[in-house]
């Protein structure tokens, strides 16, 4: 039986957790995930996961934050007026935001403090920071 080996494409079942049990995605009431690794698609503790693996194995994954989303960066925190904002936005901690770079691409933030005059928006990624668990389950290698 064949083994999961660097630039096979593989479709892959998985639930995503935190390490205190909290799901943050799951495929399993969807297509499984079609990925070929080596192309930089998934974070690198993720493709490590799947290597060696065969057709319907399972298995549980935690992978350290700097093999997930690494570290949370404190240089993207910015504060912003509160009058540069939309006038229909009411900002909220936790609401995500949406802002456009200079180059016409989109970047999302999460409002991670609400004050009087301003708003501070974090653009770090939402798992940054943190250890991930995924159980894995290999459903083909094509």
Do not use: C
């Amino acid at each position: 039986m064949s083994q999961v080996k660097e630039n096979d494409t593989v479709q892959v079942h998985y639930t995503g957790k935190l390490t205190d049990g909290q799901i943050f995605d799951s495929s399993l009431d969807r297509d499984p995930l079609e990925v070929t690794l080596g192309l930089g698609q998934l974070i690198p503790g993720f493709e490590h996961g799947l290597i060696d693996m065969k057709v319907n194995e399972k298995k549980t994954i935690t992978i350290n934050k700097e093999d997930a989303y690494g570290e949370i960066h404190d240089q993207l925190f910015q504060k912003v007026d509160r009058a540069n904002l939309p006038q229909e936005i009411e900002p909220q901690v936790g609401m995500g935001l949406v802002s456009q770079n200079p180059d016409g691409t989109e970047r999302q933030l999460r409002v991670s403090e609400v004050h009087d005059d301003h708003i501070v928006v974090d653009a770090n990624h939402p798992l940054a920071g943190k250890d991930l668990v995924f159980d894995l389950e290999l459903v083909a290698i094509k």
